[in-house]
Structures are given as structure tokens and as C-alpha cells.
């Protein structure tokens, strides 16, 4: 199916897009109003039915499965006419078995013949970045405010010549968190915590990274350097605020080693190389019933260009893959790779049972708003995100990440907590679609936004990177777009500023995954 032949197909002032011949639903691309005649389906609407929303094209008698995609996105709650709404009102959540047959669907990128190259700086030690930040991380959130003075002290904004004598430096950024004490000191959240740390701490779009601890926290700085093995160099400094003498003193000392690190920072320029350098963390948020047919297809064509030319893409957002995994289950390259996802499935389903949660919690209010009714009608989309290609491994959060092509990292949907956990693994671009407009950055990566809709697109223009929604227009097909947007993809690693960064966005939106009790 294309949207354009979809198009084709439907009766002018009433458009939808057919998904699948097996599907029991269409999606309207415009405001549908009862007595509008569907020629394309035979089907009359009954009722009003949104932009984004899915019309029911045959009978579904109550209990019966709903199919999206050719996939089951529910169970009917109620007897369905054709023509009508489906919706909440009339769609719901359901057991049902996933046949994950590890593998059977494999296939094979063939290589690009002349992989693809984008300006990138190669740090001594070989690492490749996109973007060249000082960066000051924070042991607990007792130290945020001493880290935020610290970075004021270097805005641009606020001081304009405070990095005047450093032009290849993109900023100074403090990425504080809310936890770091209070919290099991042999637990799973406290590895987590300093396991996202210490990749960001050792992540190649710093130049440079001070660590700032208050001095009593149970994350103590030197115990998180060790289990990280790191430890303080000329790039890599540490201290905290009792050791220095309290906030003024500490604010001062900090400043001083930035200035120092400025010095050596600065010394770098951009030079060609290859695309097998770009890890790219992807994600959708504010997603909407437009998501699976235009922005995360175009995506998952960028990135089945991005593995063909040697580079690395990382799915996540597990929650958001539920019920849909047996689709990535198939591609699994091998039987040990296909089952570390289904356990990560489990894992998730016994969290939330254990917490007297569902995973039906998402999609959030505004997807529903959007058109997305249960979480297996987003997962169906999301995926669409990962393009056609074999998955190469499966990763815990925050793990680094050392295989190519598309791999995925177990995360929450929550976008912040997902990307923040993606850059700790090495991403470092960031492409995220939205259908409602999500406003997000992820500092020191990059962040390159898709619209999924031209309506969307004309009224937030100032947020969004590129229009996917010309594929429901008609004007462009998924392939076009995804070609246009692996180069915009290496524009920005080659140093375009992504509209997110022209706002500032990134400091506020780091959010480490926090899963243990705080006491």
C-alpha cells in the first residue's frame, strides 16, 4: 500500500487509507460526517469521525479481534457496524497468542557501494561525535543547583562573550536528575543511575565533564567513577561541595575547571567521516493515528539506508512495542537475540503487575486525542520506526552499545527517560516523530524532529525539522522522504543546528530511569 494509490482510491472530500486487505478499519485523513459515502470501501460513515481516527468497514461482532496493519489491535466491546467510529468507546485491550518464530523473517541489508561520509569530530582516542559540549553531570540532585549556576556562568544567552574565545565549543550544559540518595546502595537503581552516568560521562560529544557531588549522598563521586571505570583526568574532573567549601566556593571552583577544559575543548575541527560513526537514537512521542502511515515509515526508511551504509539505530521505548514484538522477534539474527527482547517483555509485564499497573496505560491522552485507541495500535506504529532490517542485539538501558545495525534498548515509552537512556549507549542523533507536536531536545545529542502531518507542520513550523506529511498529501512517497531524511540525518551530525537546539532545548530533558525504592 502507498498513500498516494490509497488516495486515489477514495472519493474526493472523503479520503482514508487503507492499510492492509485484511484490515477492519480504515483512517481518514480528513473530518468524516454521517452519511458520507466511502466509494473505495462501499461503506456509508455513520457518526463523526476525526482526522486520524479509524472507520469500521465491515460488521465486527462484540469480543471479536480488530485488525490494523493486517495485526490485531483489539477486541470489539460492542457489536461494530460498518461506517461507524472505533474508538475507546468501542475498542479494547485483549489476550491473545504472539507466534515470535525467531528469525523467519530475516532480511539481509546489502552494503552500500559508496558508503555515505558526514563532518564529524574524532576525538584522540578514536570516538567520533556530532557535537562538541562541556558537560556537567551531577552525582545527586543536592548538587543541581551548584551545576545549573556553573553552566549560567557560560550561556550564551545570558553572557554573550562568555565563549566568544571558543567557537568550536557548542556550550556548556548541566544535566541534573532528581536522585542519587535515599536509594538502595547494592540495588539494580542504583546501578542503573550510575551506569547512565558514566556513558554520558564517557560519551564522545563532550569535549569535556566535570562531576559535581554534595559529599554524604549514597552515590558517592568516587564510587561512581570506579564501577564506571573512569577516573579524573584532563578531560574528565570531579568534585564536591563540601570538599570545596560550600556553594559559593564550589560554584567558583567549578567554573575555573570549565575554563581550563575550554582551553583544550576547542581545539578540534569537523573532517569526513564514515556514516559507520552514527548511532542514532529513535523516537516517537505525541504520537497520533498518522504515526504508523507516515513519519516512523519514513524513519524506518532512513534507517534501512543508515545500516545499509555501516551505521547503528537503536528502537526502544519497550511499553511501546508491546504486542507487536513477535514483528521483531522474526528479524531476530539470532534464536539467543529474539528471546532477550520476549524477556524483557516479561519483565515489563511483571513490573507493572507487580505495581497494580497496566500496560494499557499508554497510549497517553493525547494519542487518544490523535486516534490511537490501545497500545497495540501504537506499538504496530512505532515499530515502523526500525525499517525493514535484521535485529542485531538487544540491550538493557543505558548499556553501551557495540553492535551495528538496528538494535534495541529496553526503556519506558516515557521519551526524556528513553532518549536519556539511548545517549548514555552512544547515540549521538537523536530522530524523533510526533503527530501532536511534542517540544523535546536531548543534549549533547542532537535532536532532529518529523511531523507527522502538514497541518501539524504549518502550525508548530518553528519545532519540527521535516514535513512527512507530504507522504498523506500525496506529493512524496515514503522512499523520497526517507531518502531526504537519511541527509538531512547527516547534515546535522555534520553540525546543522536541529530546530530543537536553536531553542535551547537539552539540559532539562535529561531523565535517568529511577526503579528503586527511595527510602
Not at 184 to 200: F, H, K, V
Not at 325 to 343: D, F, M
Amino acid at each position: 500500500m502507498t498513500a498516494a494509490s490509497a488516495l486515489d482510491d477514495a472519493t474526493v472530500g472523503a479520503r482514508v487509507i487503507r492499510l492492509h486487505p485484511d484490515d477492519d478499519v480504515v483512517i481518514s485523513l480528513d473530518q468524516l460526517v454521517s452519511g458520507t459515502r466511502i466509494a473505495s470501501e462501499n461503506t456509508t460513515v455513520s457518526g463523526l469521525i476525526p482526522p486520524g481516527h479509524k472507520m469500521a468497514t465491515r460488521a465486527i461482532q462484540a469480543g471479536a479481534a480488530v485488525r490494523r496493519y493486517g495485526q490485531i489491535i483489539g477486541f470489539a466491546s460492542q457489536p461494530i457496524r460498518p461506517g461507524q467510529h472505533v474508538h475507546s468507546h468501542n475498542l479494547e485491550m485483549g489476550e491473545f497468542e504472539r507466534d515470535y518464530a525467531y528469525g523467519v523473517e530475516i532480511r539481509e541489508t546489502v552494503p552500500a557501494a559508496q558508503p555515505a561520509t558526514f563532518e564529524g569530530i574524532v576525538r584522540e582516542d578514536g570516538r567520533v561525535a556530532t557535537r562538541n559540549y562541556i558537560g556537567i553531570l551531577t552525582s545527586v540532585n543536592c548538587a543541581a543547583t551548584v551545576a545549573r549556576a556553573i553552566a549560567d556562568h557560560f550561556r550564551r544567552d545570558i553572557h554573550p562573550d562568555a565563549l566568544a574565545a571558543f567557537p568550536n565549543v557548542d556550550g556548556v550544559v548541566a544535566l541534573t536528575h532528581g536522585t542519587g540518595c535515599g536509594i538502595d546502595s547494592a540495588g539494580e537503581g542504583l546501578q542503573i543511575l550510575q551506569r547512565t552516568l558514566g556513558g554520558y560521562a564517557c560519551h564522545p560529544n563532550f569535549g569535556g565533564v566535570l562531576v559535581i557531588g554534595l559529599g554524604c549522598e549514597t552515590n558517592q563521586v568516587p564510587k561512581l567513577l570506579a564501577t564506571q571505570g573512569l577516573s579524573d583526568s584532563g578531560t574528565l574532573r570531579s568534585f564536591t561541595i563540601q570538599d570545596a567549601g560550600g556553594t559559593t566556593k564550589a560554584i567558583a571552583r567549578g567554573i575555573e575547571l570549565v575554563k581550563e577544559m575550554l582551553l583544550q575543548a576547542d581545539h578540534v575541527r569537523r573532517q569526513s567521516v564514515p556514516v559507520s560513526h552514527l548511532v542514532i537514537g529513535l523516537q516517537c512521542g505525541g504520537s497520533d493515528g498518522y504515526s504508523g502511515i507516515s513519519a516512523n515509515p519514513v524513519l524506518g526508511a532512513a534507517v534501512d539506508l543508515l545500516v545499509a551504509h555501516g551505521g547503528t539505530a537503536i528502537l526502544s521505548e519497550t511499553p511501546e512495542i508491546y504486542g507487536a514484538e513477535h514483528l521483531l522477534t522474526r528479524r531476530a539474527e539470532t534464536v539467543e537475540i529474539g528471546r532477550k527482547l520476549v524477556s524483557r517483555i516479561r519483565w515489563w509485564e511483571d513490573y507493572c503487575g507487580r505495581n497494580g499497573a497496566q500496560m494499557n496505560n499508554n497510549p497517553s491522552a493525547g494519542n487518544k486525542a490523535g486516534g490511537l485507541t490501545t497500545v497495540l495500535e501504537k506499538s504496530l506504529g512505532g515499530i515502523a520506526k526500525g525499517g525493514s532490517t535484521k535485529l542485531t542485539e538487544v540491550y538493557e538501558y543505558a548499556q553501551p552499545v557495540r553492535a551495528r545495525g538496528l538494535v534495541f534498548m529496553d526503556t519506558p515509552g516515557y521519551d526524556p527517560i528513553s532518549a536519556t537512556g539511548q545517549v548514555a549507549g552512544g547515540a549521538n542523533l537523536i530522530c524523533f516523530t510526533t503527530g501532536r507536536g511534542s517540544a523535546y531536545g536531548c543534549a549533547p545529542s542532537p535532536s532532529v524532529k518529523l511531523a507527522t502531518n502538514t497541518a501539524l507542520m504549518d502550525r508548530q513550523a518553528d519545532d519540527m525539522d521535516l514535513n512527512c506529511g507530504q507522504v498523506l498529501d500525496g506529493t512524496k512517497s515514503i522512499q523520497e522522504l526517507g531518502a531526504e531524511l537519511f541527509q538531512l540525518l547527516l547534515d546535522t551530525a555534520s553540525g546543522r543546528p536541529s530546530r530543537s537546539e536553536v531553542h535551547g532545548y537539552g539540559q532539562n530533558e535529561f531523565v535517568p530511569w529511577q526503579i528503586s525504592v527511595i527510602t
